[in-house]
């Protein structure tokens, strides 16, 4: 069983930055990909990134490519959301996900534990 808690988000404006992190309880973290998702008002949750358990294969949506960048930390059971540039267009719910594998996928599915969610609200 793994439990997730996403962290740090807020409201900024347009151009600025912000910093999420997913701790994770249980042993299995180290061994788990890991994505971060993200739903706004009325749309469906989407990818936005996810990483494979090593760190050494990260995937990108399109719509953040350059600006947000996906890390983990296996020692402190944690994973991070970099996110910089932020635009209106990147409002929403985000959540942080965790899949019994080692690689990750880009279909939500295909993850089996997930945090409750951390608001993200990007004035223009």
């Known amino acids: 069983q793994v439990q997730l808690v996403e962290s740090g988000g807020g409201l900024v404006q347009a151009g600025g930055s912000l910093r999420l992190s997913c701790a994770a309880s249980?042993?299995?973290?180290?061994?788990?990909?890991m994505g971060w998702f993200r739903q706004a008002p009325g749309k469906e949750r989407d990818i936005v990134a996810a990483?494979?358990?090593?760190?050494?294969?990260?995937y990108y949506a399109d719509s953040v490519k350059g600006r947000f960048t996906i890390s983990r930390d296996n020692a402190k059971n944690t994973m991070y959301l970099q996110m910089n540039s932020l635009k209106p267009e990147d409002t929403a719910v985000y959540y942080c996900?965790?899949?019994?594998?080692?690689?990750?996928?880009?279909?939500?599915?295909?993850?089996?534990?997930w945090g409750q969610g951390t608001q993200v609200t990007v004035s223009s």
């Open positions: 996900a965790a899949r019994s594998a080692r690689y990750y996928h880009t279909q939500q599915n295909e993850y089996n534990y």
């Open positions: 249980g042993r299995t973290f180290r061994t788990s990909a």
């Open positions: 990483i494979s358990w090593s760190g050494s294969s990260i």
